[in-house]
């Protein structure tokens, strides 16, 4: 019989064994993690030359601003939005369905329970080496690392209800490959984390406040840096808690969509 909140809680627990079970795959990320850490670092200290500052950035913070939000991106990256593909490719998803619990908030579990893997033994990690091998500065202020862990739960949620919303997508179009693919660069470029936000030209930058992305990397490695501070955080935070409401609403209306399509259809 399914327990409510503790069966919810035990995909979590066995979404981390599963990984723990495949560590030895993220030494290797941690590698290239940090090898992309080192091509931007050089790549923007040539940038930045003898110093100054570039979009409200300091050559200082760059370098943070780029080691924390590779390492955020191990935590919140996940891949909901194929896992759920397949599901409706292979027919599985049926059987989800019928099962007596909402298959969202499942996978939602299995990938915090794959954040969680990813956080002890990636970000951590990795953070540790970026730190022993570029100038990277930890903020001072406790509000700082407060409101960073904070926004770095709901930068996963955000990017969860990203690929949950495009894995639905499988429903309606004959192939959501490109979707996907599309979703993932789109996330990378506009969320901060090739380019600060800051950076972009006025317009563009303009238009990125209005969308969800920047709530993912850019205003987290703002806070970490120290260039949002006090209030300022409460104030982002509330960005985040923002879009993370908004995204529930095409979230749950493609998944309803989705259990009125496949039943109508006969499964």
Not at 57 to 65: D, I, K, N, W
Not at 108 to 132: S, T, V
Request: hydrophobic fraction near 55%.
């Amino acid at each position: 019989m399914f327990n409510g909140t503790s069966a919810y809680l035990d995909f979590i627990r066995i979404r981390f064994l599963t990984m723990l079970a495949y560590r030895v795959n993220y030494y290797t990320g941690i590698l290239i993690y940090t090898l992309n850490i080192g091509v931007y670092y050089f790549t923007w200290k040539a940038i930045y030359g003898g110093g100054g500052e570039l979009g409200g950035f300091t050559a200082s913070q760059m370098t943070t601003y780029l080691a924390v939000s590779w390492m955020a991106r191990a935590f919140y990256f996940n891949n909901l939005d194929r896992e759920i593909s397949t599901d409706i490719r292979d027919g599985s998803i049926a059987i989800q369905f019928i099962r007596p619990y909402n298959y969202i908030m499942v996978k939602m579990m299995q990938g915090f329970g794959e954040g969680l893997f990813r956080f002890m033994l990636f970000m951590i990690p990795g953070m540790a080496i970026a730190m022993l091998l570029f100038p990277v500065k930890l903020p001072t202020a406790p509000e700082a690392w407060a409101g960073f862990l904070v926004m770095l739960f709901f930068s996963f949620l955000i990017n969860s209800q990203l690929n949950v919303i495009t894995g639905l997508m499988a429903f309606f179009v004959e192939n959501n490959e490109g979707f996907m693919r599309m979703k993932r660069v789109v996330v990378d470029l506009f969320s901060g984390l090739i380019i600060p936000i800051s950076l972009f030209p006025g317009w563009l930058g303009d238009i990125m406040g209005f969308l969800p992305f920047q709530a993912i990397t850019y205003l987290p490695g703002s806070v970490f840096t120290g260039r949002i501070q006090g209030v300022g955080i409460w104030q982002v935070l509330g960005i985040q808690v923002l879009w993370f409401v908004l995204l529930l609403i095409p979230m749950v209306w493609l998944y309803r969509m989705s259990r009125k399509r496949l039943f109508v259809q006969g499964g």
